[in-house]
T-cell receptor, first 115, second 114 residues
Framework: NAGVTQTPKFQVLKTGQSMTLQCAQDMNHNSMYWYRQDPGMGLRLIYYSASEGTTDKGEVPNGYNVSRLNKREFSLRLESAAPSQTSVYFC??????????????FGQGTRLTVV | GENVEQHPSTLSVQEGDSAVIKCTYSDSASNYFPWYKQELGKRPQLIIDIRSNVGEKKDQRIAVTLNKTAKHFSLHITETQPEDSAVYFCAAIRSGTSYGKLTFGQGTILTVHP
């Protein structure tokens, strides 16, 4: 049981290049998220998927696209990377539990630098 | 959508002192409030949570309180230890619906000095 696995762990891109961050979970969770973490800004939601086949914009979606390929996988794509997208990206998944609890499990993070 | 504000952004205490981190939320329909701890270079992990029908919850040295009327909740850490040094995030979600998104605060960097 690996939990949430995201790849790659580190990436350097040149401005204008594209790339896809991959995320997979093996906990049979319905909800999956992509966040970016910047100093002093906390974890800001980029995109959210409540279930397979559905996606919804979060707080900072501009410059990103997502695909919920199946229940396990949720990928994040940068079509034309910009220096402002330099950040640490976290994928997460969650499932409601008894009594309304919702625990999110995070991947190990991707440190992306755009030069 | 939900907006969560967290204060302070940094907090420095001496070992053995108490630490308090406060959060406010905007969506009165939010009903579940977790706290996450992120150690340096690691992923965030859930440490404690509280539901909207509960005013306070304790787990050893940590406790959370919730004031639904004022829409704020707090994390209290007593007898702090150096291993409590980390970034702490509060969050809010409208649990139990398909629209629930986990929204985080800006984070608090807690440093406990030996």
């Amino acid at each position: 049981n690996a939990g949430v696995t995201q790849t790659p762990k580190f990436q350097v891109l040149k401005t204008g290049q594209s790339m896809t961050l991959q995320c997979a979970q093996d906990m049979n969770h319905n909800s999956m998220y992509w966040y970016r973490q910047d100093p002093g800004m906390g974890l800001r939601l980029i995109y959210y998927s409540a279930s397979e086949g559905t996606t919804d914009k979060g707080e900072v979606p501009n410059g990103y696209n997502v695909s919920r390929l199946n229940k396990r996988e949720f990928s994040l794509r940068l079509e034309s990377a910009a220096p402002s997208q330099t950040s640490v990206y976290f994928c997460a998944s969650s499932q409601p539990r008894d009594r309304g609890q919702v625990e999110a499990f995070f991947g190990q993070g991707t440190r992306l630098t755009v030069v | 959508g939900e907006n969560v504000e967290q204060h302070p952004s940094t907090l420095s205490v001496q070992e053995g002192d108490s630490a308090v981190i406060k959060c406010t939320y905007s969506d009165s329909a939010s009903n579940y409030f977790p706290w996450y701890k992120q150690e340096l270079g690691k992923r965030p992990q859930l440490i404690i949570d509280i539901r909207s029908n509960v005013g306070e919850k304790k787990d050893q040295r940590i406790a959370v309180t919730l004031n639904k009327t004022a829409k704020h909740f707090s994390l209290h850490i007593t007898e702090t230890q150096p291993e409590d040094s980390a970034v702490y995030f509060c969050a809010a979600i409208r649990s139990g619906t398909s629209y629930g998104k986990l929204t985080f605060g800006q984070g608090t960097i807690l440093t406990v000095h030996p």
